[in-house]
């Protein structure tokens, strides 16, 4: 079974501050996926990474996908009370049968930034 | 355009009772995913559907969850004799097609609790 785990799950931190969130798993994936997701809302889609060692650049977020495709990782610097929300990270599994993709979370990371 | 809409975005049933909960997904989007979200956790896959059919019902909990898209359209999911523990989020997402990496447009999500 693909488990994807994310550390820290609660993060609090000064705005201005910078941080590393992390998305570990033990198997491959082709891809990964960030999303945001904010109180009473679904989940926003940030980046998908792709290739192994490939980094992303959105803003002020910045996303690595390991070289062994099994880990990614979410830098943000000088946040923002705006970047407060949960951090998810998703990966893609293949079901042979069908040739079809089902994609599995992350346990999120809960972040607030303090004004 | 539209985006995903769920439909009612709260419920409250009582502990064996029967609860629809519908999906519209964004139109053209044949992919349709269903997953269930419990507080402070990622979401959990339930089932996914290319058009009409359902491609991978594994994450069905039991045989009290079913889920139909009969034009492959709008998506209902039907929870039987419901239980307490099936209280939680339960989130809708449309994709435009089945990759391993394409990006899933949420819907707010119903919350359901099960008194």
């Known amino acids: 079974t693909q488990l994807l785990e994310q550390s820290p799950q609660f993060l609090s931190i000064q705005e201005g501050e910078n941080l590393t969130v992390y998305c570990n798993s033990s198997?491959?994936?082709?891809?990964l996926q960030w999303y945001r997701q904010e109180p009473g809302e679904g989940p926003v889609l940030l980046v998908t990474?792709?290739?192994?060692?490939e980094v992303k650049k959105l803003k002020r977020l910045t996303f690595q996908f390991g070289d062994a495709r099994k880990d990614s990782s979410l830098h943000i610097t000088a946040a923002q009370p705006g970047d407060t929300g949960l951090y998810l990270c998703a990966g893609p599994v293949l079901k042979p049968a069908s040739g079809t993709y089902k994609y599995i979370f992350g346990t999120g990371t809960r972040l607030k930034v303090l004004a | 355009g539209a985006g995903v809409s769920q439909t009612p975005s709260n419920k409250v049933t009582e502990k064996g009772k029967y609860v629809e909960l519908r999906c519209d997904p964004i139109s053209g989007h044949t992919a349709l995913y269903w997953y269930r979200q419990s507080l402070g956790q990622g979401p959990e896959f339930l089932i996914y559907?290319?058009?009409?059919?359902?491609?991978?019902d594994s994450g069905l909990p039991n045989d009290r969850f079913f889920a139909v898209r009969p034009e492959g359209s709008v998506s209902t999911l039907k929870i039987q004799r419901t239980e307490r523990g099936d209280s939680a989020v339960y989130l809708c997402?449309?994709?435009?097609?089945?990759?391993?990496?394409?990006?899933?447009?949420f819907g707010p999500g119903t919350r359901l609790t099960v008194l």
């Open positions: 198997s491959v994936f082709s891809s």
């Open positions: 990474v792709v290739t192994g060692g």
């Open positions: 997402a449309s994709s435009l097609r089945d990759r391993d990496y394409n990006e899933q447009f």
């Open positions: 559907f290319q058009g009409t059919g359902a491609a991978d």
